[in-house]
């Protein structure tokens, strides 16, 4: 049966550049430029989760639609336990009897681990939209703005350290508190399910999503190159203020293509290989000697292999994927 796969080859896309951003992480270009992997690693690959988010509350309205969001979420809930549980080596150790130590291993569970904060991300962001979902679009606009702005605001505040030495200073620098569902997952998630439900891609013609797509990625071009030469900026970048232009546009664009085709694999492939690669990262570095440019390469060509096997296993466990 010929279904149209636009989505899913976005999701393969967006997954590559997920995987890439962890190599970039790992030095990736910058035996050739620093300048080149910072605009990597800290701009043009940022628009991988963003993407993520919106395609997935694109979906969750047709589970809104059905009644069905409680069995979503309880998949996904499902879903994340799993994971958390298969990365339990690097983020769970036995807490002594103290209230501290019980709290940051409660955060840790909560917030996710390495890349699954995405999922508990997800999980917030669909359960704020459950409660707006009955507001009129200038309303739930108003919110995804808001909360947009506040997690950049809250990012470039922390990271230029504007109010040194005070709690806002240290508050502001945890990346979780600007990177979280509420500042972070739900507006990009809210867009997907108010484009979903309003079909506001049937009023943006392919032109203009172009031209949106290609002036957004300039924009996070000229937005990643002016925090590389400060000299007082501090850690990575997250909240990007052009991903509010690129990522809808790169969406829509992707909706308005009708790519026809039988499998429903690559959306499988893009999932195995995001929750993979954190995994076969780490085994690289432990037993080769790849890093930068060669370590990527290598991560995803070895997730893409072990994806196979995961989508196999799949097969049997139906909530791994």
């Not at 958390?84 to 209230?99: I, K, V």
């Not at 962001?125 to 809250?154: D, Y």
């Not at 600007?178 to 108010?194: K, T, V, Y």
Request: include cysteine; hydrophobic fraction near 55%.
């Amino acid at each position: 049966m010929s279904r149209n796969i636009s989505l899913d080859l976005l999701k393969l896309l967006m997954a590559l550049m997920a995987l890439m951003v962890v190599g970039l992480h790992a030095g990736f270009l910058s035996e050739f430029s620093e300048l080149g992997s910072f605009l990597f690693s800290q701009g043009v690959f940022r628009i991988a989760v963003p993407v993520f988010f919106i395609i997935n509350g694109y979906y969750f309205y047709s589970a809104l639609l059905k009644n069905s969001q409680l069995l979503w979420l309880k998949r996904v809930t499902i879903l994340y336990l799993v994971w958390m549980a298969f990365y339990s080596f690097f983020w769970f150790s036995l807490p002594d009897m103290s209230a501290i130590s019980f709290l940051k291993l409660f955060i840790k569970f909560l917030i996710g681990y390495h890349h699954l904060w995405y999922i508990s991300g997800m999980i917030g962001a669909a359960i704020v939209v459950i409660i707006l979902r009955k507001q009129g679009p200038k309303f739930t606009i108003a919110c995804v703005g808001i909360t947009f702005i506040s997690g950049v605001l809250i990012q470039y505040i922390g990271n230029y350290h504007l109010f040194p030495g005070t709690i806002f200073d240290k508050a502001f620098n945890i990346t979780w508190i600007h990177r979280n569902f509420l500042f972070f997952s739900f507006p990009f998630f809210c867009i997907g399910f108010l484009i979903h439900k309003y079909s506001f891609e049937k009023e943006i013609s392919v032109k203009v999503a172009l031209f949106a797509t290609i002036l957004g990625i300039f924009l996070l071009c000229i937005e990643s190159y002016l925090n590389f030469i400060q000299p007082q900026r501090d850690v990575g970048f997250d909240n990007y203020l052009s991903l509010i232009l690129v990522c809808p546009a790169i969406f829509i664009l992707f909706l308005n293509q009708k790519v026809s085709g039988s499998s429903k694999n690559i959306a499988l492939y893009s999932s195995a290989i995001y929750f993979i690669h954190s995994f076969v990262l780490s085994v690289l570095r432990k037993f080769t000697e790849f890093e930068g440019t060669n370590l990527t390469l290598v991560a995803i060509i070895t997730s893409a292999i072990v994806s196979i096997f995961i989508i196999s296993l799949n097969k049997r466990i139906k909530f791994i994927l």
